[in-house]
């Protein structure tokens, strides 16, 4: 079966765009990740889903970052007035409910200039 | 504060040199402990889970075993294709399912 996919692989932008990232979760997975990873270090968690409603935002760095998951599957990581230090990979992870391991999709390089 | 240390950062072996790496935790209350191996350019692939001392996991190549605190997977008679960042992290209890993941070791197996 597929895995979790994320799209774009590569995103370039401006300072002070804004930009959508998508993750697009493992069929049946119903807790959904967002993860960041800067260059040499481990993922930062960001914010973790169960079914559309976000169960833990407290890794969002600030209110210029936002994630959302209307049908409980396919999430959108959005992110305001982008800043250079936003730079980063952006991943995304997925599992069942009753299943504490999680999956990691390949992640979108974001580059800020 | 949850914390995940990982050691050695870097680890060159020789083929067939067996080896292990560290990951070193704090934590409230360990709800699961988690291997990740990471290829350049690629996300995480899981490997492990444990979830109690004294609990050991093997595949292949690789056996992952867990104290109260600490974690060490141990690498034999590694292969080139072996070579990768390892992630350790941490799921704490009573908390979300977030991991605390630590900063890796970039292991190279040279042939």
């Known amino acids: 079966g597929a895995g979790v996919s994320q799209t774009p692989s590569n995103k370039v932008t401006e300072k002070g765009k804004y930009v959508e990232l998508r993750c697009d979760p493992i069929s049946g997975h119903t807790a959904l990740y967002w993860y960041r990873q800067s260059l040499g270090q481990g993922p930062e968690f960001l914010i973790y889903?169960?079914?559309?409603?976000?169960?833990?935002d407290s890794g969002l760095p600030n209110d210029r970052f936002f994630a959302v998951r209307p049908e409980g599957s396919v999430s959108t990581l959005k992110i305001q007035r982008t800043e250079r230090g936003d730079s980063a990979v952006y991943l995304c992870a997925s599992s069942l409910a009753v299943n504490n391991e999680q999956f990691f999709g390949p992640g979108t390089r974001l580059t800020v200039l | 504060e949850d914390q995940v240390t990982q050691s050695p950062e870097a680890l060159r072996l020789q083929e067939g040199e067996s080896s292990s790496l560290n990951c070193s935790y704090t934590?409230?209350?360990?709800?699961?402990l988690f291997w990740y191996r990471q290829d350049p350019g690629k996300g995480p692939e899981f490997l492990f889970t444990?979830?109690?001392a004294g609990e050991e996991k093997e595949k292949e190549r690789l056996k992952a075993t867990l104290t109260k605190k600490e974690s060490f997977l141990h690498i034999t008679a590694p292969k080139p294709e072996d070579s990768a960042t390892y992630l350790c992290?941490?799921?704490?209890?009573?908390?979300?399912?977030?991991?605390?993941f630590g900063t890796g070791t970039l292991l190279a197996v040279q042939p």
């Open positions: 444990l979830y109690s």
């Open positions: 889903f169960q079914g559309t409603g976000a169960a833990d």
């Open positions: 934590v409230s209350g360990l709800r699961g």
């Open positions: 992290a941490v799921q704490a209890s009573g908390a979300t399912n977030k991991l605390i």
